[in-house]
């Protein structure tokens, strides 16, 4: 008998824990006020523990029914004191990195700051203007884009680079539920106003891609010419997972340390309840520490980025948590922006490294879907070709630009080349 009520016991401790993490998610999708759901997962909580006590000790002796109850009531207060001790440990703040020189400020019609940097054509502009658009979404990372995409400014073109709002210097909103991709469209479009041009050239970075085609199928009379380099889903996808390909790239040793990332208790509920209702999650855990989880968690997946025997990328110091996690967690399908860009003819130029953790399906989609692309695969390069393979990034990207031939041959074919390690 006591090895079955032991076993009852941990069977109503395990439906005790899921009926308060639905009570919790629950009230979450009503109230984004923490003291109301918190209290709601543990109510229930002491609920269901409270009743499958009683009936699991209700046939004992009075003496020996008081004395389990009372120990069962004390270890199901450690399981709950213990993590919420835990859940009270707040990790580092970011570290702070010096603003570039020339880091200028926009403030937008409803606010919201974005920060943008210049890096003037050499030796005078004699052609559009670039404006580069970083990815993930939130992963801004100018201190380590400016210093290689700004060598595009030799080509006689402004190079301009920003940080899109939620992610890096630029302001976070006091409500996340508003990040989404037609908010980044929308303040594309405002960037081309403030720079004061009628037409850019864009580049896009993984997300970065899949914003520039959104704003190329909106707004085609204001590109005169893209760049899709290591690109995004062209159609974001509800429930969409191919992100988690660069974990699948990591040795033992670093998943376990992005696994210790993700378990706290706090950083665990955090993340859930960006999927309940992202309100409730901004109030529960703010943007200075979701943002130093998310630097640090990034920093650990960061191998998963690039080769094999390639080294890990530098990672972003302040990356957006709620810029990158609301929009994936979004359950709205997004337009189909493929009939738009069937008619189009912008010069458009895709870039794919051998390695790379997001598919080579992605990429043939953009050849499919973009009348008159042209597809130059990178060999020994993974997510971050602009890293792994400068020299190349740069050949290429300025030969596109000046309308020359490419220094490496373009890939016409559906599928990969032989060499090709990521996924299809």
Known sequence: ???????????????????????????????????????????????????????????????????????????????????????LLAPNAPHATRDPAGLRHWALPDGARLAALLVPARPRATGDPIVFLHGDPGVADMDHDAPVLGRLAGSGRDVWLYDQRGAGRSSRLADPAGYSLERDVADLEEVRRRIGTDRMVLIGHSYGATLAANYLARHPERVSRVVFYSPGRLVPQVGDVSGNGMLGRLDTRQRLAVLGSTLSPRAMLTWSLVRANPRAAHAFSGDAEMDARFATLYRQAAPGLVCADSPAPPAPARPGFYANQVPLASTRQADDIRPALAGLRVPALILKGACDYLPWSFAADYQGSVPGSRLIFFDRSGHQIHLEQEAEFLAVVRAFLADAPSPLPPWSDAEPPPNYQGAR
């Open 1 to 87: 008998m006591t090895v079955l009520r032991i076993a009852g016991a941990l069977a109503i401790l395990v439906v005790a824990i899921g009926v308060a993490w639905s009570a919790v998610f629950g009230v979450a999708r009503v109230s984004d006020r923490p003291a109301v759901f918190l209290a709601a997962g543990l109510a229930a909580y002491a609920a269901v523990l409270a009743a499958g006590g009683w009936l699991l000790t209700q046939r004992l002796p009075d003496g020996t029914a008081s004395r389990a109850r009372a120990v069962g009531a004390a270890v199901a207060a450690i399981l709950v004191l213990l993590p919420a001790a835990w859940a």
